[in-house]
């Protein structure tokens, strides 16, 4: 997305000694807040160059506006941080450090600086494809340009990046040929490159290739006299997306693999992301299968990186905090208010008192200084319960929103990119020219594909309704060693796949449990899949039953390679949610043992583990007997 070059505001690349100006007043600084003042010159100097360089000045200049409680010097550096962190995908740190700057700045009244953290802010959104937040934090930062005459420049190219996500391309043009005007009077040359790659992009998609072309080359020519690395590497990955749609496939993989080497220097996740699809596209077309599913399976784990649940939970959580610390403010100045108008009254009513008479001024007074008693306890009961209710709200929406973005996460990212990979091995396989040891090869990768997904849509399934309150618990009386060996049967085929033995008591007499079966079998399997998913060739897994007072007690033990410390606290916390790759790259979303904590609970019974590293696991869980 090479609108965010320009959102950043405008960098004096145009002087060629700028590094070099900028270090040599560091050195020769004599106060703290010039040095504050430099490193954050020197961040943003970095911004499109090096994300690293770049974190590591703004952390200097934040560092040292701290240590001399430099408020605007913080906001800045809060700022430049906050970018810095978002080229690298970092998207909730990013987002914190701007809600940061953005308190400091409206506390301080740096309009102009708000107006440019709105815009980071939108940015950080439209990289976790929330376009509808996005488009609403560029609106604030474009009302205050238009109200304090500032240019609009940055705001209409971030606009019009927006309806290309809602593929209105005509609607993006639009809005960057009235961008491209302003920086074309303003002189300002990487804001014409923005312009010209962004109206070259939009054409490919409205598939206009020859004038797409001629833009993207106007915008690489100019990038390339700017040394503008992060310019220079979006035109050729666009140029690698032309040249693939006009069938030119080994120029497409040239320029591809160009624009890949070059983002190592600079190091945005959201290019390579780009990068991995032209790859894959072409790949295709050049009957490479193998490189496009490895490109494909890239693509999908970075896009998985850039927006996974815990990432959306943690963004969720600083947009809220930010959000409450507004009401916050809101509630103290209407309790100001109060307590003014209320003094207000109180005067006007003396000042009339002492007009008539000592004897009523004395009576009026007594009976004003009661009623003020009055108003006042009952003024701050009102303004107690209204902060109760707030904060219930508040608590209850975060749950609401916790288990919606669960959900939608899961869907988004853990059932959506194993589908896409299938659906692109489904046209691989679709190719006449695969031999069939190639084909074999694509059906057993999309045959495990398929399974881990039916399973966690189940498990998804089950734990929504749960979270929803929807789910009912039909209690019967069943044999719990038949169930076992059912799902024994159903893991055996997967087990002899990794030499894993799997295995109960042996001569077990009917258990008659009382208890809901369906849920009991989903726990049962989970349990079960999770050990052979960590357990390498020659381990085994052992299910075991006790009988003890009026409860039975399943447990599935395993001599693998056991849960690290920091990973057991993680386990059955639904804010903290926990997944790892098994020993043959299985990929888990955390839901399952969640899943399992929640039926066992809903049967009346209770489930914990035990583990050491390299010594194995045993899960356990109780039901009631009948």
């Not at 102009?112 to 953290?117: A, D």
């Not at 609607?171 to 491209?180: E, F, G, P, R, V």
């Not at 302003?182 to 598939?207: H, S």
């Amino acid at each position: 997305m090479l609108a965010l070059v320009c959102s950043y505001s405008s960098v004096c690349y145009a002087q060629p000694n700028r590094l070099k100006i900028l270090t040599e007043n560091l050195a020769n600084a004599k106060h703290d807040t010039d040095r504050v003042n430099t490193y954050y010159a020197l961040s943003r100097f970095y911004w499109n160059k090096n994300a690293d360089s770049a974190l590591f000045m703004a952390e200097k200049s934040l560092i040292l506006a701290k240590k001399n409680h430099f408020d605007k010097g913080m906001a800045l550096a809060y700022l430049s941080k906050g970018v810095s962190l978002l080229s690298k995908g970092r998207l909730p740190e990013a987002l914190e450090c701007l809600f940061k700057s953005l308190r400091i700045s409206e506390k301080l009244g740096l309009i102009g600086l708000s107006g440019n953290v709105f815009i980071n802010i939108g940015n950080v959104y439209a990289d976790m494809e929330d376009y509808n937040n996005a488009l609403f934090y560029y609106r604030k930062a474009y009302n205050i340009a238009l109200q304090h005459n500032y240019s609009t420049f940055n705001e209409l190219v971030d606009i019009g990046e927006i309806f290309k996500y809602k593929n209105q391309p005509d609607s993006t043009i639009a809005y960057n040929q009235k961008a491209l005007k302003i920086a074309q009077v303003a002189k300002d040359t990487m804001g014409i490159i923005v312009t010209y790659y962004n109206i070259g992009e939009n054409n490919i998609t409205l598939k206009n290739y020859s004038i797409a072309r001629n833009y993207l080359s106007k915008a690489l020519v100019l990038a390339e006299e700017m040394n503008d690395d992060e310019g220079i590497t979006y035109c050729h990955n666009a140029f690698a997306l032309v040249y693939y749609h006009t069938g030119k496939y080994q120029k497409s993989l040239e320029y591809a693999l160009m624009a890949l080497e070059e983002n190592k220097k600079i190091g945005i996740s959201e290019i390579s992301k780009q990068v991995y699809h032209v790859l894959y596209l072409t790949h295709l077309k050049l009957g490479n299968y193998k490189e496009a599913l490895q490109i494909r399976n890239l693509e999908v784990a970075l896009k998985d990186s850039l927006s996974g649940v815990e990432k959306t939970m943690a963004i969720t959580k600083i947009q809220s905090g930010y959000g409450l610390e507004k009401q916050q403010q809101q509630i103290n100045l209407l309790k100001k208010s109060a307590i003014i108008k209320q003094e207000e009254l109180k005067n006007t009513e003396l000042k009339r008192n002492l007009i008539t008479a000592v004897a009523l001024f004395l009576l009026v007074l007594a009976l004003l200084l009661v009623k003020n008693f009055v108003d006042k306890k009952k003024l701050i009961k009102q303004l107690e319960e209204q902060n109760r209710d707030i904060s219930t709200k508040n608590l209850h929406l975060e749950e609401l929103i916790l288990v919606r973005n669960r959900i939608f996460s899961i869907i988004a990212h853990d059932l959506r990119g194993p589908v896409h990979s299938i659906a692109g091995m489904m046209d691989v396989l679709k190719t006449e020219s695969m031999d069939e040891e190639e084909k074999g090869f694509f059906i057993e990768n999309a045959s495990q594909s398929l399974h881990v997904t039916a399973n966690l849509l189940d498990n998804l399934l089950y734990w929504a309704r749960s979270q929803m309150d929807g789910m009912q618990v039909n209690t019967i009386v069943f044999d719990i060693q038949q169930v076992i060996q059912q799902n024994i049967a159903l893991i055996e085929a997967r087990a002899i796949e990794k030499s894993i033995k799997v295995c109960k008591e042996e001569g077990k007499l009917p258990q008659m449990v009382s208890a809901d079966q369906a849920m009991i079998d989903i726990v049962i399997r989970n349990l079960v899949e999770n050990a052979v998913k960590f357990l390498k060739a020659g381990n085994t897994v052992r299910i075991a039953t006790e009988e003890k007072e009026n409860e039975l007690t399943v447990s599935i033990k395993d001599d693998g390679q056991g849960i690290s410390q920091e990973a057991q606290s993680k386990i059955f916390n639904k804010y903290t949610s926990y997944s790892s790759f098994g020993t043959a790259q299985e990929k888990g979303s955390g839901l399952g043992l969640l899943l399992c904590k929640e039926l066992i609970e809903k049967n009346q019974g209770k489930i914990w583990f035990e583990s050491k590293p390299n010594e194995g696991t045993t899960f356990y869980f109780t039901i009631p007997l009948n």
